[in-house]
């Protein structure tokens, strides 16, 4: 049995669809016995409405959150004092943000999607007693404005994870990424490293890349094609490719 872990936005899902190819790809890798895991910096929620369009996908298991969430469960939630006194920073400072997007738990509720957009609702939201923050992702205007952000609070705040994709920057705890998730998920089902694979587009899918037998497109930046093994055109391809090589 393989596994391959693949990232949504801008690998399986671009244009605003999924190709009829990989649709069919996936459910000819499934039928052979494979399981199929989406590895993603989306929460769970927002990914099960993407979904809901697509009802032939059915993944096995789901990562979400850029590495903090398996499913419907957290593990790797932020500290919130850390963070909070982030968000005052962001205050004083007042970005230029559009949107702020809270992943979290709030006492015997499961994960959830809040979206606010100013830094002083963040902040209020954040302040509930029973509150667990499991990313935080910020929205900017350009694609440059959220590199400043990056530049000026990433070396401040080394306790958490700064993930920059285009527009938006993603936050989540030191040492959270799509390949330690792997890892976890790994030990769990007992899944040998040389039956994982991945494919991904963007600057946090890098560690899962680069960790294992992997796949991205000729068009995405240089280091990620220095990280992965192969460079293919689609998820349908890169399934092609793997159960033709596992087949000799």
């Not at 993944?59 to 850029?66: A, D, E, F, K, W």
């Not at 957009?117 to 990313?135: G, I, K, P, R």
Request: proline share 2%; charged share 15%; with cysteine.
């Amino acid at each position: 049995m393989k596994f391959l872990f693949c990232d949504f936005d801008g690998t399986l899902y671009r244009n605003s669809r999924i190709s009829k190819e990989d649709i069919q790809a996936i459910i000819q890798w499934q039928q052979a016995g494979n399981q199929f895991v989406f590895a993603t910096g989306r929460d769970i929620r927002s990914l099960e409405e993407k979904l809901s369009n697509y009802p032939q996908i059915k993944p096995n298991y789901v990562i979400g959150n850029n590495g903090a969430t398996i499913g419907m469960t957290s593990y790797n939630k932020l500290n919130k004092e850390n963070i909070t006194n982030l968000l005052k920073a962001m205050n004083d400072q007042k970005p230029v943000i559009e949107h702020i997007k809270l992943s979290m738990a709030i006492g015997r509720q499961g994960l959830e999607l809040i979206k606010i957009f100013s830094v002083a609702e963040a902040l209020t939201v954040l302040n509930m007693n029973d509150a667990e923050l499991y990313q935080m992702a910020i929205q900017f205007p350009t694609s440059e404005a959220a590199q400043v952000f990056v530049s000026s609070y990433a070396v401040k705040y080394p306790q958490c994870a700064f993930l920059q994709n285009i527009q938006t920057v993603d936050i989540v705890s030191q040492h959270t990424n799509k390949a330690t998730a792997i890892a976890y998920l790994s030990d769990e089902l007992a899944i040998a490293s040389e039956h994982v694979y991945t494919i991904g587009d963007g600057l946090n899918d890098q560690n899962m890349l680069q960790q294992y037998t992997s796949a991205t497109f000729p068009w995405v930046a240089e280091s990620l094609k220095q990280s992965a093994t192969y460079q293919v055109h689609s998820v349908a391809e890169w399934i092609n490719h793997i159960q033709s090589a596992t087949s000799l």
